[in-house]
């Protein structure tokens, strides 16, 4: 069973669905960037009744300024009392819950890792956000990937020649690639800083998406080496019943 529950936050109300279920391990899920606690295509609530439907207590909720939720939207750097608030909610409604594992894609992983780590006893972190730019180009491990690609494939070389490339995006790309540096931004390292002083986070990364080449990227510099569970997909949301199968497999894994 589905259940609707509103709980307070600095003032505000938050929304959340919790899905019923007797087992004492609970998975409290974040939807990442903007989207409501459902999920991109509707994945986060179809992950939770599958669970749920396996015996695991799932709870979604909505951030404050998003989706039911009352407040002003401040992002998930500051969405630090949001979660601390779903984590009390969902104790309160499910008490058997002895467990509690938190899941998060995107910029939902790095709230759970930055401001939640110490409320749970295992992450289950995919695609962590890790970039700091300005500027709507993908990250440059992103940008190199892609070249690398592009110079294998004979139709990349044709579109070139023929003048479908835009040569201007082309070169805007190449100095984001030949100007970047080693040194970790602040996102970078207090993530990475986090990941290692919490040893039970688990890491999900879809192999062609640019957030989790960014991430890779960045783990690489800093020296974790920690292997992730790889998902061959290009969606950054997991989109396909293939991706959806294989997110569902690892997130029962972990939770295991």
């Not at 499910?94 to 890792?113: E, M, R, S």
Request: one cysteine or more.
């Amino acid at each position: 069973m589905r259940k609707l529950i509103t709980f307070p936050c600095e003032g505000e109300t938050l929304v959340g669905s919790l899905g019923e279920s007797p087992g004492t391990t609970g998975l409290l899920i974040i939807s990442g960037g903007n989207e409501i606690r459902c999920g991109a295509h509707r994945g986060m609530a179809l992950l939770a009744a599958e669970l749920a439907a396996l015996g695991i207590p799932v709870f979604r909720f909505d951030r404050r300024g998003i989706g039911d939720s009352t407040g002003e939207n401040g992002g998930f750097a500051s969405s630090g009392p949001d979660v601390m608030a779903a984590v009390a909610a969902f104790r309160a409604a499910a008490p058997q819950v002895k467990t509690l594992v938190g899941f998060g894609n995107c910029d939902a992983a790095t709230a759970l890792l930055l401001h939640g780590g110490n409320a749970f006893d295992r992450l289950i972190l995919a695609n962590p956000w890790v970039i700091e730019q300005d500027d709507d180009l993908p990250p440059p491990a992103a940008i190199r990937a892609r070249y690398a690609d592009r110079l294998r494939d004979p139709a990349s070389w044709r579109r070139m020649i023929t003048g479908q490339v835009n040569i201007s995006k082309l070169i805007s790309g190449l100095a984001k690639v030949a100007s970047t540096q080693s040194k970790l931004s602040s996102l970078e390292r207090a993530v990475f800083e986090a990941l290692a002083a919490h040893r039970n986070a688990r890491l999900i990364l879809a192999s062609g998406d640019a957030t989790a080449i960014a991430f890779a990227d960045a783990a690489r510099r800093f020296g974790h080496d920690a292997a992730p569970t790889v998902i061959d997909t290009p969606s950054h949301s997991f989109s396909r019943p293939s991706d959806k199968a294989a997110l569902r497999a690892a997130i029962i894994a972990a939770l295991a």
